[in-house]
């Protein structure tokens, strides 16, 4: 907060004066010792906010990375750090992402509010993400604490911007789906000659259950291969609405550990499968794919297969 208080000062007296300003200038508006305000002015330089130039005529004006840092703080919305995937009592406010073409990987500058020195610790791998807007997911390994100054290094393992798009934009449309009353033989010959590993079952028009190669397996490995469907499928399904965006869909497969959502409209009715293969696709660049028409092999082997 000392940090910004110098920093708002500073970006004000310069807008007014439109020259150099002096410390004691920006200690009288802040009413803050003037040793104090040339020490923060110090670590601002160091952040590359301040610059300065000495001399009689000498002083300090804010740098362009200043304003965009002063104007992002008025809508900045934390996001909790994660320890060994274990969300801690520390907030970051702030990142500056640094050595991106570095070679040994890049790093990354958070500042932080929570007592660090408690929490984290130099080589404690850490997690940030997804950041609002962005949707920025950042992991790591600690290198270095300033406690002193709310602020901490961390090397860069991994780092995913996962945009902020419906997941019907990724999925497979109109994706093959059976009934309860199937008999199961059916729905492995399905599977099988469609090389997928899941399809939705559906009743009247609406979501009932999904049936996977594993609730096959199952039933073979209990000796019902005439059983229905009905018997085996998973339920209730895991779904997301065509409007929600890839995010979502992302922590929904993490949470519950599975490899596929049904995406489903305002009223309830399937209205495509998103996959892990999609979402990774997508992120990646690979594609943008659109599904073929229901019960195509080109929409069966890219939407419902690979998860």
């Known amino acids: 907060m000392s940090q910004r208080e110098v920093l708002e000062a500073l970006i004000k007296l ?3 004066k439109r020259r150099l300003i002096k410390s004691k200038e920006i200690a009288e508006v802040i009413n803050r010792d003037e040793g104090t ?11 590359g906010l301040v610059e300065s130039k000495t001399g009689p005529s000498g002083g300090y004006m804010p ?7 002063m104007r992002g703080a008025m809508t900045q919305v934390p996001v909790k750090l994660r320890r060994d995937g274990t969300e801690i009592d520390v907030t970051v406010i702030g990142i500056e992402i640094l050595d991106v073409l570095n070679l040994e990987g890049g790093r990354a500058i958070l500042r932080v509010h929570g007592d660090i020195r408690r929490h984290v610790k ?6 940030i993400g997804p ?12 290198v270095h604490m300033d406690p002193a100054s709310g602020q901490m290094s961390i090397k860069i393992a991994r780092m995913v911007s996962v945009p902020k798009v419906p997941v019907i934009e990724i999925a497979s449309l109109k994706p093959l789906t059976t009934s309860p009353e199937t008999p ?7 599977l099988s ?6 399809i939705p079952v559906v009743e009247r028009g609406r979501l009932v259950g999904i049936i996977t190669q594993t609730d096959l397996t199952r039933a073979l490995a209990e000796g019902r291969i005439d059983a229905k469907v009905r018997d085996y499928m998973s339920s209730p399904v895991i779904t997301v609405r065509e409007t929600d965006d890839i995010n979502h869909a992302i922590e929904l497969m993490n949470k519950h550990d599975i490899g596929r959502v049904v995406v489903v409209d305002s009223a309830g009715r399937v209205a495509g499968i998103a996959t892990r293969t ?12 659109r599904a073929g028409p229901e019960g195509s092999v080109s929409q069966a082997s890219t939407s419902q297969a690979e998860a």
């Open 63 to 69: 740098t362009l990375k200043a304003y965009e840092v």
């Open 184 to 190: 199961i033989k059916e729905v492995a010959a399905i």
């Open 193 to 198: 000659s469609k090389r997928i590993r899941g």
């Open 14 to 16: 310069y807008e007014q």
């Open 122 to 127: 130099p080589g404690d791998h850490v997690e």
């Open 37 to 47: 305000v040339r020490n923060i002015i110090l670590s601002l330089k160091s952040l």
């Open 131 to 142: 950041t609002p807007l962005a949707n920025v997911r950042i992991e790591g390994t600690v």
């Open 278 to 289: 999609d979402i990774l696709r997508f992120i990646a660049g690979i594609s943008r794919k």
